[in-house]
DNA sequence: GGTGAAAGCTAGCCGGC
DNA sequence: GCCGGCTAGCTTTCACC
């Protein structure tokens, strides 16, 4: 995809304003950034539409939804065979407790992401998942013990 | 913190469609949930001051953004005195390419996120910024062939 | 949980630069 | 082309049932 227009100063400020709150108001977003509404709206619309914003989601406190128990998995596969690993891929990505998967250059092969409610629940729903496929060759498991940003 | 009321069904439900798009309107929230918009927005609204809704976020895309070359970074550091430690850490937090810190238990010490427009960028913002604090022992960098989920 | 009403917001249309 | 003013219609949000 092309960028058909480069994102001036207004862009960014308006980016930058979103990210921090999706909820604010074409109003309030508009006076923030020095701008009245209908322009301002104009431009939310533009970068929607360029997919430049992406989508809007409301951020679930791990710890409140009793998921504070993450970690970072390391995974190695043993083969460069296409069609093992289209089925980690796809088996891994279903997991619900996974809430990111990385093809990594190099070593790992991957980076997961897990959030669940404790060392149990990570054992049972991720570990004994994942281990039986048939393309892992080696599970790292990196403890979180504490979110500094992000 | 506890939780003083458990969630209940329409809790989840509604927590299900603002993280899937924050910015529905409560009318159609409530419609979907098959509430009627009042009790909808007292729901939503208990949810937050829980803090089980931490935020609203609008999503850039990374690529779109000029943004497509992430990179996960486990970094250990050399010593135990706390004022370094904090140091580096109001340093890392403080960088805006990078989006996540974590502490870890074990090893690494941490792991960051970046994001940044490609090798050199990183090579100058990230790396330049971070082995001069005293704390860093060791930082290895892994790059991001493709993103999978999340 | 639902009702109603005041305040505020959205999103279109228009003119001006 | 992009901005700002305007306005009709809708949404949010509250006190009250």
């Given at each position: 995809m092309r960028n058909k227009h480069t994102l001036d100063e207004l862009d960014h400020a308006i980016i930058a304003e979103l990210v921090a709150d999706?909820?604010?108001s074409n109003t309030e977003l508009a006076r923030r950034v020095g701008l009245t509404p209908a322009p301002c709206l104009r431009r939310v619309q533009r970068l929607e539409r360029a997919g430049v914003i992406a989508g809007y989601h409301a951020a679930v406190s791990a710890k409140a939804a009793g998921r504070g128990f993450e970690v970072i998995v390391a995974i190695d596969i043993a083969v460069n065979n296409s069609v093992t690993i289209e089925d980690f891929e796809s088996a891994v990505v279903q997991?619900?407790?996974?809430?990111e998967v990385r093809r990594m250059?190099?070593?790992?092969?991957y980076y997961l992401r897990v959030e669940v409610t404790d060392g149990e629940a990570y054992e049972s729903s991720v570990i004994r998942t994942l281990s039986?496929?048939?393309?892992?060759n080696r599970i790292l498991s990196h403890q979180t013990m504490r979110r500094l940003k992000g």
């Open positions: 999706a909820r604010l997991v619900p407790e996974v809430t250059f190099g070593q790992p092969d039986q496929l048939p393309a892992v």
